[in-house]
């Protein structure tokens, strides 16, 4: 069962209909025990990082999800990876999850329209379990205005937006995020998520 984190700031129903047209089983929680008893976990997000910090805060989520970061597989999505990393400058200065080192701030590419709308190539890194089976010519749709800053040990694929913009991240062991919303980027996306899915 896969848990898709029910909070108030998520691009649930879209993951959901993703994975049920996967065939996999899956819940939207926002219930410590539901999380604690998945086999994985993804968190979503649309909207700015310290409203969305709050709402999780709020929930009473925080230290679950750190927890369960560390023992199941876990993808933030969108905003979701933005969340796995240690702090933004979105708006203010407002911690994040800290399951991956690094910070979020905006796109400064004076000379390109904002935010980053549209199909991009994913340019791979490094190896990852998300990309089995897929190839060199992946394009997924994203929309965002700030990227991640991060080191080249959790940049799994990138895009080019007038300069690397991280595309995939992670943790190196059970943690990662997608900047892009692999439920709206097509058969690449549906593999992407077939793959986070077969994770144990």
């Known amino acids: ?20 047209f996967l065939g996999f089983d899956s819940i939207l929680t926002k219930d410590k025990a539901e999380l604690e008893a998945a ?8 909207g700015a990082f310290p ?5 999780l805060g709020e929930s009473g989520l925080v230290d679950t999800l750190k927890e369960q970061a560390r023992k199941k597989p876990f993808l933030g999505i969108c905003l979701g990876m933005q969340l796995l990393f240690e702090k933004s400058y979105e708006f203010e200065v407002c911690e994040g999850l800290s399951l991956i080192n690094g910070y979020v701030d905006k796109i400064d590419e004076p000379d390109l329209v ?11 890194k490094q190896p990852c379990p998300l990309f ?4 060199n010519d992946e394009f997924v749709y994203f929309v965002h205005s700030y990227k991640a800053f991060c080191g080249s ?11 690397s913009v991280p595309a995939v991240v992670g943790d190196g062991k059970f943690v990662f995020g ?23």
Not at 39 to 46: A, E, N, Q, T
Not at 51 to 55: L, S
Not at 114 to 124: V, Y
Request: hydrophobic letters at 45%; one cysteine or more.
């Open 1 to 20: 069962m896969i848990a898709i984190v029910d909070y108030g700031a998520g691009n649930i129903f879209s993951v959901k209909n993703a994975l049920d």
């Open 39 to 46: 086999d994985s976990i993804i968190l979503p997000g649309v």
């Open 51 to 55: 409203a969305a910090m709050r709402m």
């Open 114 to 124: 904002i935010p980053h709308m549209g199909w991009n190539k994913l340019e791979i």
């Open 132 to 135: 089995e089976g897929l190839g």
């Open 153 to 163: 040990e959790a940049l799994y694929a990138d895009c080019i937006y007038g300069h």
């Open 178 to 200: 997608c900047q892009f919303h692999p439920e709206k980027s097509g058969n690449t996306g549906l593999r992407i998520l077939e793959n986070f899915a077969k994770m144990r």
